[in-house]
């Protein structure tokens, strides 16, 4: 059974910058596409961004392309979130989770228990 842990959440200023990490334990997830999520409160679960097994592709919520940057270290079980030039909107709970290389929900298979990223303005 794969787990998964965030960390890197926090509060920031609008314009600032986080980096979330996910590591993965209980299985190797260097075949699979992981992705990150995110859920403000009062709105459903969106898809922030995914990157695929081997690292060569990646795929970007309109709404955080250009400011976002998703990476893995397969060696490591992990993927990150970089975060630049914050906005207000972008505070949620960001989850991560491991499945096929797809932008929505139901292509993924296990998933974290999420990290608060507050952004004030």
């Known amino acids: 059974q794969v787990q998964l842990v965030e960390s890197g959440g926090g509060l920031v200023q609008v314009g600032g910058s986080l980096r979330l990490s996910c590591a993965a334990s209980?299985?190797?997830?260097?075949?699979?596409?992981m992705g990150w999520f995110r859920q403000a409160p009062g709105k459903e679960r969106e898809f922030v961004a995914t990157?695929?097994?081997?690292?060569?592709?990646?795929f970007y919520a309109d709404s955080v392309s250009g400011r976002f940057t998703i990476s893995r270290d397969s060696a490591k079980n992990t993927v990150y979130l970089q975060m630049y030039s914050l906005k207000p909107e972008d505070t949620a709970v960001y989850y991560c989770?491991?499945?096929?290389?797809?932008?929505?929900?139901?292509?993924?298979?296990?998933w974290g228990q999420g990290t608060q990223v507050t952004v004030s303005s």
């Open positions: 989770a491991v499945g096929i290389y797809s932008g929505h929900a139901g292509g993924y298979d296990y």
């Open positions: 209980g299985g190797t997830v260097s075949m699979y596409a």
């Open positions: 990157i695929n097994w081997s690292g060569g592709s990646t």
